[in-house]
C-alpha cells in the first residue's frame, strides 16, 4: 500500500468502511480514524505528496474527488458536495487548490 511505514492499514481499512456511503465522508474523522491526525508534519506531507496525483504541489478538485481512492482502489469517489466541502475546508488563500501547507494545517486542525 503506498502509505505503508506512515498509517496502519487495518487504520485505513476500517476508516474507509465509516464512508462508504455517499455523503458520509467527514475529512476530519477520517484524518483521526486513519491515524494521520498524530504523524508529523513530514509524515503528513509524505501523503500529501501521494495524493497530489499530477505532483503539481496543489491538490486540486479533481484530485480530491479521487482522495479516498489513494488509500484503496476500490474505495468510492466523494460525492461533488463532499468533495467542495472538503476543498472549501482545506483552501484557506481561495486559490481553488490545497497546498502542502494548508493540508497539514487541515490535517492537524
Do not use: H, P, W
Not at 495524493?51 to 488509500?71: A, C, P, R, T, Y
Not at 461533488?80 to 481561495?94: H, I, P, V, Y
Amino acid at each position: 500500500m503506498a502509505f505503508s511505514g506512515i498509517l496502519n492499514d487495518a487504520d485505513i481499512t476500517s476508516a474507509l468502511a465509516n464512508c462508504q456511503a455517499a455523503d458520509s465522508f467527514n475529512y476530519k474523522t477520517f484524518f483521526s480514524q486513519t491515524g494521520l491526525k498524530s504523524k508529523s508534519q513530514d509524515q503528513v506531507k509524505k501523503v500529501f505528496e501521494i495524493i497530489d496525483q499530477d505532483q503539481s504541489g496543489f491538490v486540486e478538485e479533481d484530485e480530491l474527488k479521487l482522495f479516498l481512492q489513494n488509500f484503496c482502489a476500490g474505495a468510492r469517489a466523494l460525492t461533488d458536495a463532499e468533495t467542495k466541502n472538503f476543498l472549501a475546508a482545506g483552501d484557506s488563500d481561495g486559490d481553488g487548490k490545497i497546498g502542502v501547507d494548508e493540508f497539514q494545517a487541515l490535517v492537524k486542525c
